[in-house]
Nanobody, 121 residues
Framework: QVQLVESGGGLVQAGGSLRLSCAAS????????MNWYRQAPGKERELVAG???????NYGDSMKGRSTISRDNAKNMVYLQMNSLKPEDTAVYYC???????????????WGQGTQVTVSS
């Protein structure tokens, strides 16, 4: 069992910045892929950014160039720095990880509960 807790969301004015954090805890041998997704009202959930356990990153089109994903493997944390925020970035942001609970076990995916980001114009 793995728990993911996101933090750092809130209300920010357009042009501002936020840094989201996601803490993973529980039965963790290795965190493989760690992603951030977002879902706006009435829209499908979309990938914002992802990072592998060796630091390779990829970004969705929505925030490419305005966001930076990073991770701290020692702390089982993943971060999302978001800059130049726009009202259309308003959404619930979710942490997603692929985790191995023990050596040789089959990796499985886990989602956090989400953190609300609201960008005012």
């Amino acid at each position: 069992q793995v728990q993911l807790v996101e933090s750092g969301g809130g209300l920010v004015q357009a042009g501002g910045s936020l840094r989201l954090s996601c803490a993973a805890s529980g039965s963790i041998f290795r965190l493989n892929l760690m992603n951030w997704y977002r879902q706006a009202p009435g829209k499908e959930r979309e990938l914002v950014a992802g990072i592998t356990n060796d630091g390779r990153t990829n970004y969705g089109d929505s925030m490419k160039g305005r966001s930076t994903i990073s991770r701290d493997n020692a702390k089982n944390m993943v971060y999302l720095q978001m800059n130049s925020l726009k009202p259309e970035d308003t959404a619930v942001y979710y942490c997603y990880v692929v985790v191995q609970s023990s050596r040789g076990s089959v990796p499985f995916a886990s989602w956090g509960q989400g953190t609300q980001v609201t960008v005012s114009s």
